[in-house]
């Protein structure tokens, strides 16, 4: 079965600090990326989102992914944090030509001022 | 972007009653809308795929009976919480898929409903 897998459950840094996320998926067909933000309180929001093309991805608010498909891996990376990117960041992963997601945990990250 | 809005955002009810979620997608038509079930703390849990015109798809363990979902339109779709009970509380998520907008394969997210079952 489909399966994606987000390792760090819960993340704490300090402001300006460098973030990484790791997201894996089991699935050897082609598929689309997506990584997406959960504000306390708010729905999710997109960040970015991988369909086909250059493996290096950015998104909104400073966020970028790379697509490394021999390692089956999404992550999500951010120079430098801030406060305000306190939230929970899930990992979606669909097979390409379904609009089927499968959404990973979720990582819980907080970010100290 | 292509939006979708979620009625009502928070609903609170008796246990026993039915309560109706709806989902509409404002600015574009969606042949396939999904649903999802957060629970606090957790990752979103697909709970059936709603194609207009037809039967819904419902994932594994979920009661077709207790979750009604009918999706009359290319518009609209709603849930409906039958003879709800306390363990259905829980923020329900509707999504919508638009295939001739922004790329195949792509979900756009409702607000959420937030069911609270006294």
């Known amino acids: 079965a489909q399966s994606v897998s987000q390792h760090n459950h819960h993340v704490i840094l300090s402001e300006a600090a460098s973030l990484e996320l790791g997201c894996n998926y089991s699935y050897g067909g082609t598929v689309n990326l997506f990584w997406y933000v959960q504000y306390p309180g708010q729905h999710l929001q997109l960040l970015l989102k991988y369909f086909s093309g250059d493996p290096l991805v950015k998104g909104i608010k400073g966020f970028e992914a790379e697509f490394i498909k021999s390692k089956f891996s999404f992550n999500l990376r951010k120079p430098s944090v801030q406060w305000s990117d306190t939230a929970e960041y899930f990992c979606a992963v669909a097979t390409s030509g379904t609009y089927k997601y499968i959404f990973g945990t979720g990582t819980r990250l907080k970010v100290l001022a | 972007g292509a939006v979708v809005s979620q009625h009502p955002s928070r609903v609170i009810c008796k246990s026993g009653t039915s309560v109706k979620i709806e989902c509409r997608s404002l600015d574009f038509q969606a042949t396939t809308m999904f649903w999802y079930r957060q629970f606090p703390k957790q990752s979103l849990m697909l709970m059936a795929t709603s194609n207009e015109g037809s039967k819904a798809t419902y994932e594994q363990g979920v009661e077709k009976d207790k979750f009604l979902i009918n999706h009359a339109s290319l518009t609209l779709s709603t849930l409906t919480v039958t003879s709800a009970h306390p363990e259905d509380s829980s923020f329900y998520i509707c999504?919508?898929?638009?295939?001739?907008?922004?790329?195949?394969?792509?979900?756009?997210f409702g607000p959420g409903t937030r069911l609270t079952v006294l």
């Open positions: 999504s919508a898929a638009a295939p001739r907008r922004e790329g195949v394969g792509e979900q756009f």
